[in-house]
């Protein structure tokens, strides 16, 4: 059995309109994503992300500073690379905030 030591509650994604920029240049990171809590979001991404990298999450009605805290190549696919983010800000709800952009109750 596993055991969850997670703090926060996942709801999967399986895909979401938003935009990914690094916060240093505005380029744009393609991604897919997995799935998002109240204060993280996992992503695969085709390139490696280094740790401690700002992104910006553009979401219709706002935009989300997140930091890459892990990033890892999939076991079965070394082409892919999963990682993992987390607001910067500890007043986001980002869980909710996507709940609103995709118009989830």
Same mark, same amino acid.
């Given at each position: 059995?596993?055991? @969850? %030591?997670?703090?926060?509650?996942?709801?999967?994604?399986? #895909?979401?309109?938003? %935009?990914?920029?690094?916060?240093?240049d505005g380029v744009?990171?393609?991604? +897919?994503?997995?799935?998002?809590? @109240?204060?993280?979001?996992?992503?695969?991404?085709?390139?490696?992300?280094?740790?401690?990298?700002?992104?910006?999450?553009?979401?219709?009605?706002?935009?989300?500073?997140?930091v890459v805290r892990? +990033? %890892?190549?999939? @076991?079965?696919?070394?082409?892919?690379?999963? +990682?993992?983010?987390?607001?910067?800000?500890?007043? #986001?709800?980002?869980?909710?905030?996507? %709940?609103?952009?995709? #118009?989830? #109750?």
């Amino acid at each position: 059995m596993v055991i @969850e %030591k997670r703090k926060y509650n996942r709801m999967d994604l399986e #895909d979401i309109s938003a %935009k990914l920029y690094r916060a240093s240049d505005g380029v744009e990171v393609d991604f +897919c994503p997995i799935n998002v809590s @109240e204060k993280g979001f996992s992503i695969f991404v085709s390139s490696p992300l280094a740790v401690n990298t700002e992104l910006l999450l553009g979401l219709e009605v706002s935009e989300v500073r997140l930091v890459v805290r892990w +990033c %890892k190549a999939k @076991e079965d696919d070394p082409a892919v690379f999963r +990682c993992g983010l987390e607001t910067t800000n500890p007043e #986001d709800h980002l869980d909710e905030m996507i %709940k609103h952009e995709l #118009d989830i #109750d």
